[in-house]
């Protein structure tokens, strides 16, 4: 990740609820990552795949988005197969996997308990999320993995949730050009009960790659 772009510290003081959750995860897991998590992919990306937060026993034990927990699953196979990453994914941060037509970004960078962050939680993480949209000289779509992600990137533009309601499926045209293509989380939850299927999945992915090849011409 480029350093010219705000993120937050390793110690990051700024939600009070999740510092204490921190620092009772560095006591139990001292080995583990414990910390705000790193978004991940080149910045030149088209794309950018914007999750909830990290979980407890993926990104925030291995300290790289959605690796370790059943929610990378889905997403990586599906990134694999369109091309958007190369490499081979092992639930594992040194696994060689590289992504190279996308970048991750979650909504809030540090693990919140019972996988929930709060409103204030959200807004209070939104100005790194707004910095690293900046920071993404290409952007053309961002996949909003459920309707949280969807919330966070239209407050980045101080767009009310009311006006472009999230749905699974739905693509939204941002004022500046971009667009936002909606997707359920890749959540255990959600592709265990069939609410979210890999073939729902990948239309949404090849949806946003061909939304993002036309708006690049």
């Known amino acids: 990740m480029s350093s010219s772009i705000e993120s937050p510290g390793r110690d990051c003081p700024l939600c009070p609820r999740l510092?204490?959750?921190r620092a009772a995860n560095r006591a139990k897991w001292p080995d583990w990552h414990n910390a705000p998590v790193p978004c991940w992919g080149p910045v030149t990306a088209p794309i950018m795949v914007l999750g909830l937060a990290p979980g407890v026993k993926g990104a925030n034990r291995t300290g790289r988005p959605f690796t370790g927990d059943h929610a990378g699953r889905l997403l990586y196979a599906t990134l694999l197969k369109f091309g958007l990453?190369?490499?081979e994914y092992r639930e594992d941060p040194q696994d060689g996997m590289e992504l190279t037509g996308a970048r991750i970004v979650n909504a809030v960078r540090c693990v919140p308990?019972?996988?929930?962050p709060t409103p204030a939680e959200i807004t209070t993480c939104n100005r790194f999320l707004a910095a690293e949209r900046a920071a993404m000289p290409g952007l053309r779509v961002v996949i909003a993995l459920g309707l949280v992600a969807h919330t966070a990137l239209l407050k980045t533009y101080r767009i009310p949730a009311a006006r472009l309601k999230f749905a699974h499926g739905a693509m939204h045209q941002l004022p500046d050009g971009v667009w936002l293509a909606d997707s359920y989380h890749v959540s255990r939850y959600n592709t265990q009960t069939g609410r979210l299927t890999t073939e729902m999945f990948?239309?949404?992915?090849e949806a946003a790659i061909a939304r993002a090849a036309?708006?690049?011409?």
């Open 19 to 21: 510092v204490d959750y």
């Open 85 to 87: 990453a190369r490499g």
């Open 113 to 116: 308990p019972e996988n929930l």
């Open 202 to 205: 990948e239309a949404v992915v």
């Open 214 to 217: 036309v708006a690049a011409t």
